[in-house]
């Protein structure tokens, strides 16, 4: 039996616990990232959280449900954040939480117990022949909202996470898909649709199981919707194309760890770097802001790294966050160096961390600064993405991204449509080197590459440093947080484009149009029976 409208459990009475309730539930979806990685609870963790939002009483207590789910979820996904922002974390999550109070209504209408229309049929030996019609019109009704829900839920929160991805609200960190970075199947799917498609499938499945635990009554649409998810991840599994392997490049990462000053952490690094020669790498890759002065800008510092080229026989990725000699500020740059210095090819990180580089309204928002360890000053923004060619790999062309720049799926899909071969990662999560954030920003990487058919290598100062191959698969040993050292690599490389690539996010475009089509329907539909009611 269907549970009653707005009659939930008893210890849910209190609005103080239900909303704690909320909160918790909102945040189970972060067991399934890195570090502790349960990507398999991916596919349940919302059940609670949409089984509470389907008993709310009112619209505005399933709005309300919504938002401290989702504060829930935002705080849980950054908890790392805590030690540097304090206080203010719980304001950003508050604010960036209320996008799921328009979900919480939509969860409510669709999966909740709408009051039978024209009250309850009579029951009993004397039910009337209309009223056992009202009954079966109800129960196709009930059905059919079953069914909208699984479309329609999910694309509700691809919304939520749509607008909360635009980089002055935080940038995308925490897509539901992006926990499936490690599922083979899943890769494949975000080979097709990105890491959209993925979150798509996952909350389908999430709103089926919650759709079984609360309407038995309806599970033949629930078990439908199962089974097309199961369809789907069957048929991009075995029939989506896979990037044609050409060849292979070798690589390398230099990782120095945490080594005190920037003088320290630059012998450091190029300590490790003689120690690749010989081993013929092509390519060796330093971390973000590897350095505190641009060799562009210092002719001795640009000598000591032409000769490490030199001495290696490959070429350096280097990442400068300095000052600039002709213009006032500071970037963080992506610099190739070759055996004769600075090659000219560089890269402007375009996407800053909010509060971490930055301040966004700073004039409303600087108080940040006092209470954590927020930007004292904005960085300069970088313009356009760069392809570079790497001569000492044959003209081989590589797609930097800086840090938080690996987050956003349309930068590795603009790159790999621009030509490069390879994607590019130079990081440093060394503030945040105890907490989740280096596993679950490592992970990254093989959804990029996996979306693209592009290897990814992501370097670090601190660890984790990761490599990936064109389907996401990782290559060879990963660097934890505990390692100083530099490792090779023999990248595959892979021609071909992918479908994301290639199609983008149709993934998004398909749930917005959903959502519009569904909205102008009821809209039709009130519209006809506010005019019905006129004419009678």
Not at 136 to 154: M, S, T
Request: aromatic share 8%.
């Amino acid at each position: 039996m269907d549970t009653p409208p707005g009659r939930p459990a008893r210890w849910l009475g209190s609005p103080w616990t239900r909303g704690a309730a909320a909160a918790l539930a909102g945040a189970v979806p972060a067991l399934t990232f890195p570090a502790p990685s349960w990507w398999w609870l991916a596919y349940v963790a919302l059940v609670p959280w949409l089984l509470l939002v389907r008993s709310a009483p009112t619209r505005r207590r399933a709005a309300l449900d919504g938002w401290l789910g989702g504060t829930g979820f935002m705080l849980a996904v950054h908890q790392w954040l805590l030690p540097s922002l304090h206080v203010f974390i719980l304001v950003l999550a508050l604010l960036l939480g209320a996008l799921w109070a328009p979900w919480g209504v939509l969860v409510r209408a669709l999966l909740g117990d709408a009051p039978p229309a024209g009250g309850a049929a009579r029951e009993g030996p004397a039910r009337t022949r209309s009223g056992e019609a009202s009954a079966a019109g109800r129960r196709r009704a009930r059905r059919g909202r079953c069914a909208a829900a699984l479309v329609l839920v999910p694309s509700g929160w691809l919304m939520v996470e749509l607008v909360r991805s635009w980089e002055y609200l935080g940038g995308p960190w925490g897509l539901l898909g992006s926990s499936q970075w490690q599922v083979p199947p899943a890769l494949r799917l975000a080979s097709v649709g990105g890491v959209w498609l993925v979150s798509l499938l996952v909350v389908t499945v999430n709103t089926a199981v919650a759709e079984l635990i609360a309407r038995p009554a309806a599970r033949l649409p629930a078990v439908a919707g199962l089974l097309v998810c199961a369809l789907a991840a069957t048929v991009a599994w075995f029939w989506a194309p896979v990037p044609r392997i050409t060849g292979t490049v070798r690589v390398a990462v230099v990782q120095p760890n945490r080594t005190g000053t920037p003088a320290a952490r630059l012998d450091r690094s190029e300590a490790l770097t003689r120690s690749l020669a010989g081993r013929g790498v092509r390519l060796i890759v330093w971390g973000e802001s590897s350095l505190y002065t641009d060799p562009a800008d210092h002719p001795a510092l640009a000598a000591r790294l032409a000769a490490l080229s030199r001495r290696t026989g490959a070429e350096l990725l280097i990442n400068a966050d300095s000052a600039h000699a002709d213009r006032p500020g500071i970037s963080k740059s992506a610099v190739l160096i070759g055996p004769d210095g600075p090659t000219g090819d560089r890269y402007a990180k375009m996407r800053l961390v909010p509060f971490g580089e930055y301040i966004p309204f700073r004039s409303v928002l600087g108080w940040a600064t006092r209470v954590g360890k927020a930007a004292p000053s904005d960085r300069l923004r970088g313009t356009r993405q760069v392809v570079m060619p790497v001569a000492a790999a044959g003209g081989l062309r590589i797609g930097p991204l800086v840090c938080f720049e690996t987050a956003f799926p349309d930068m590795s899909r603009h790159l790999a449509r621009d030509g490069a071969r390879v994607l590019v990662a130079q990081s440093s999560t060394s503030t945040f080197q105890d907490s989740w954030a280096p596993a679950q920003h490592a992970s990254l990487g093989a959804l990029r590459a996996a979306e693209n058919w592009r290897p990814m290598v992501h370097a670090t100062l601190t660890g984790i440093s990761a490599v990936y191959g064109p389907r996401g698969e990782p290559i060879g040993e990963r660097l934890g947080t505990d390692r100083s050292a530099a490792a090779v690599y023999d990248l595959p490389l892979a021609a071909g484009t992918s479908p994301y690539t290639r199609f983008g996010d149709w993934a998004v475009y398909g749930a917005m149009g959903a959502l519009v089509l569904a909205g102008g329907y009821a809209g039709l539909r009130a519209l006809s029976r506010r005019t019905g009611r006129a004419r009678r």
